[in-house]
């Protein structure tokens, strides 16, 4: 059975920071495109970034291009989001999901159960 969990959300001022974590089993993680997403209350779902399989970034939304890092751990068939100077307007609930295509298509068939982030301005 494939699952993904997320965790490392909270509730930060603005500017802080925080590490999402994303522990997936059921699947080789090694042959997954791995991606982010968030959704904020009435907003559409968003890619945030994305990698392919053997960790390469290969997409990171312009807003947050300069502030957020994409990254994964293969042995542990985790995959991560590192989000540095966050801003009211990253409050969203985080997603992992994953494609099972080496090369990422947009084509996510599985998804986590979200972990919620809060910034207070």
């Known amino acids: 059975q494939i699952q993904l969990l997320e965790s490392g959300g909270g509730s930060v001022n603005t500017g802080g920071s925080l590490r999402l974590s994303c522990v997936t089993s059921?699947?080789?993680?090694?042959?997954?495109?791995m991606g982010w997403f968030r959704q904020a209350p009435g907003k559409e779902r968003e890619n945030v970034a994305s990698?392919?399989?053997?960790?390469?970034?290969?997409y990171r939304a312009d807003s947050v291009r300069d502030r957020f890092g994409i990254s994964q751990d293969s042995a542990k068939n985790q995959l991560y989001l590192q989000m540095n100077n966050l801003q009211p307007e990253d409050t969203a609930i985080y997603y992992c999901?994953?494609?099972?295509?080496?090369?990422?298509?947009?084509?996510?068939?599985?998804w986590g159960q979200g972990t919620q982030v809060t910034v207070s301005s």
């Open positions: 990698l392919s399989a053997g960790g390469l970034v290969v």
């Open positions: 999901a994953a494609e099972p295509r080496t090369y990422c298509t947009g084509n996510y068939r599985h």
């Open positions: 059921g699947f080789a993680f090694k042959d997954y495109c």
